[in-house]
């Protein structure tokens, strides 16, 4: 709640304020370099703001430290933008890796839930390849697992569908509805696919200017009389909408 956030004398965020409900799945859009990204890296508490709060059922991230921290980010995936994969080691391994760090598992445990999750993002019999030997939209596919294998209950989508053909950004969108109707998670989709990714969110936030300027479901955000807002969708902003 009223998020502000500069990196020295260039302010990104400037109160931003926005509500997510339980179970739904939010997108944020905006232009790049609005501050899309460093919004997420606040909600998980990967920064922290010069003012504002995050509430995460009730509880402010912003005031925790150390393993107070910890154990909430425990109940967060995160879906990086480059995926983040681990280049050493094996795709199977890489969605082990936090089930590893953050449960009591058996080893033979664990690695049967990764090859389950893996087989529910279509990755069955790609367990002991490296990141280096997919494709992108395998990589990705492979990120989405390591997300969801710890059932999270919020997990945060960072432009999951960049630099992918518009096939495959119509099958991860369909991967993270169909994983949202298997686990019923709070999500937050970051993404620049308009308007691909109102067919995946419940409702759409747009960041500009360091604000929240409209908030609503897709046929609302579609129908908002902000300029900014047409602009963007049309893909025709005004250079005194840009910044």
């Known amino acids: 709640m009223d998020l502000h956030k500069a990196f020295g004398r260039q302010p990104v965020l400037r109160g931003v304020n926005l509500d997510v409900a339980r179970g ?33 059922n009730g509880g402010d991230l912003t005031v925790l430290r150390g393993r107070a921290l910890n154990r909430v980010r425990e109940r967060f995936g995160v879906l990086f933008q480059g995926g983040a994969l681990f280049d050493s080691l ?7 890796f936090p089930l590893r760090e953050k449960t009591r598992l058996s080893s033979t445990a664990i690695l049967e839930r990764a090859a389950a999750e893996l087989a ?8 002991q390849k490296y990141p280096a030997e997919l494709s992108g939209g395998m990589r990705k596919r492979a990120a989405l697992a390591r997300a969801l294998v710890t059932d999270p209950e919020v997990v945060l989508f960072d432009e999951p569908t960049t630099g992918l053909d518009p096939v495959m950004v119509r099958t991860i ?3 993270i509805a169909a994983a949202h109707r298997r686990f019923g998670f709070t999500g937050i989709l970051v993404s620049h696919e308009i308007p691909e990714v109102f067919e995946v969110v ?3 936030a747009m ?14 955000i579609h129908g908002a ?17 840009v910044r």
Do not use: Y
């Open 120 to 127: 529910a993002v279509g990755l069955a019999g790609m367990e």
């Open 202 to 204: 419940n409702r759409v």
């Open 225 to 241: 009389a902000h300029p900014a807002v047409q602009g963007f969708l049309t893909g025709r902003m005004e250079s005194a909408w």
């Open 24 to 56: 739904e799945i939010l997108g944020i859009i905006g232009c790049s370099g609005c501050g899309k990204s460093v919004l997420l890296k606040h909600l998980v508490g990967l920064l922290q703001p010069d003012r504002g709060h995050v509430l995460v």
């Open 90 to 96: 094996t795709v199977l391994d890489n969605v082990a």
């Open 207 to 220: 960041l500009h200017d360091g604000q929240i300027i409209a908030c609503g479901t897709p046929a609302e």
């Open 173 to 175: 969108h369909e991967l």
